[in-house]
Every structure is written in structure tokens, then in C-alpha cells.
């Protein structure tokens, strides 16, 4: 149905939009969801579209709901690393060096320090010759602040869905917290820890976990090509 969208009056519908829709409903499974994935879509989608109208913003939306469903995946499945590269882990962070032309990429894994260990013996020296050599500069920001403060700069997405991307953000940081507490090594020492324990316990631990579902990127679909459709459409989504 959502390909054989079109024209209705004196709307022409954006084609390459609509096949970038369809084609976001063939990759939303969890399972395909990783940071790369993620942003060749987000990169794909704003290369494809010039316009940044409410089609965008609904459809940068949907993405926004991958990104934070991956996120949430990994926070449950204690994939720390992972769910905190897309909430707070900028993902590229040039360090410019005094009298040196080109910047330096910092390793984003790895402490700035050790990446740079060759200009001192001690790690004191190495901070001080950081603190009068080199500044940073944040290059690309972690993905889901990415995508929330562009939908917010966009305008077109009403405060209560904003509401709620940042809401989710913020259980994300709390599920990393409240797992990390455990210090389990990996997602089987979380289902592990759930058979050993009282039914009130797991009830508690559940409900302490993001367990996200797509119920929202597929009501953004649905309002999307409805709006495709009929641009009298009033989307809940939309200011």
C-alpha cells in the first residue's frame, strides 16, 4: 500500500520520500539496527531530501525511533558501550595540535591520554602538555542528541513528541546506570541473574528496563502517508 502512494490533487508527492519510507519498513527489525546502519540511513535521508518540510520531520522522526530503539536494546542487553555511543559518545572528535596543520582523530574508545603517551613519561606531564598544546573539537555529536536537536531546530514536531524522545534518552542513561550497578559482564549475565530470582524481583528488574516497542515509528508512518495523501490531514504529531 505505502508504494502505491502517489499524487492526490495538486500534491506531488516527493517519490524518492515515499521509497525511502518503504525502505525504512524493510530495515526496522531489530535485529538489522546497529550505529552504522543508522547513520547511512540518517545520512541517506539528508541527501535525498532538500526540502526540510513536516515530510521530513515525520520522517526523521521514524529514524529517530531506530536509533532509539537500538539504543534501548543495548542498554537492556548491558551492550554499554554500544548504547552510550549513540546517547552521549560523540563520534568523531578532532584534537588540534599546536604548530601541526592537520588535526588528529581521537581515538573514541581509548583515553586521550594513552593516545598521546608518547609526548611525556608521566601522566601528569602528558595532561599538562594536552592542557598547553592541543584543543578539541566536537566534529559529530553522538547520534540521538543529533537527531533531537535537529527535529527540534526543524520546528515541526509538537513539544510532546519531543517530550518524549528526550524522556526515553534520559531512561536509556538510567538503564545504563541501574544495570551497570550489577556489574554484569554481558546480556546473558542479566538473563542469568532473572532466573535466580523471586518473581518480585524480576517484576522490579523488568520494569527498570527500557523494553521500547515500535509503536510510535509506525504511527509517524501511518500520519506520514496519510498527510501524503491529504494535505488537510491533521497529524498528532505536528504543531
Not at 16 to 35: G, K, M, Q, T, Y
Not at 78 to 93: G, K, S, W, Y
Not at 166 to 184: D, N, P, T, Y
Request: aromatic share 8%.
Amino acid at each position: 500500500m505505502l508504494a502505491n502512494v502517489a499524487r492526490d490533487g495538486n500534491i506531488v508527492v516527493n517519490r524518492a520520500l515515499i521509497d525511502f519510507n518503504v525502505r525504512l519498513e524493510e530495515e526496522s527489525p531489530a535485529h538489522n539496527l546497529n550505529e552504522s546502519c543508522l547513520e547511512r540511513i540518517v545520512q541517506e535521508l539528508e541527501q535525498s531530501c532538500i526540502v526540510r518540510d513536516s515530510l521530513y520531520s515525520l520522517t526523521l522522526a521514524r529514524v529517530s525511533e531506530l536509533a532509539l530503539l537500538c539504543a534501548g536494546n543495548y542498554a537492556d542487553d548491558c551492550e554499554f558501550t554500544a548504547a552510550c555511543d549513540l546517547l552521549v559518545n560523540p563520534r568523531l572528535i578532532l584534537v588540534h595540535v599546536r604548530d601541526q596543520t592537520e588535526p588528529v582523530v581521537k581515538e573514541r574508545h581509548g583515553s586521550i591520554t594513552d593516545q598521546f603517551s608518547h609526548v611525556g613519561r608521566a601522566p601528569q606531564e602528558i595532561v599538562e602538555w594536552l592542557k598547553d598544546n592541543t584543543w578539541l573539537e566536537i566534529k559529530k555529536e553522538a547520534l540521538l542528541p543529533y537527531l533531537y536537536n535537529e527535529l527540534f531546530c526543524l520546528g515541526h514536531l509538537n513539544s510532546h513528541h519531543l517530550d518524549s524522545i528526550e524522556h526515553r534518552m534520559q531512561r536509556i542513561a538510567a538503564v545504563v546506570g541501574f544495570l551497570s550497578a550489577w556489574q554484569l559482564p554481558d546480556s546473558c549475565g542479566v538473563q542469568e541473574r532473572l532466573i535466580c530470582v523471586s518473581e518480585a524481583a524480576r517484576q522490579f528488574i523488568y520494569s527498570n528496563l527500557c523494553r521500547f516497542e515500535m509503536k510510535f515509528f509506525h504511527q509517524l508512518g501511518n500520519d506520514l502517508f496519510r498527510l501524503m495523501e491529504d494535505d488537510r490531514f491533521k497529524s498528532r504529531f505536528l504543531c
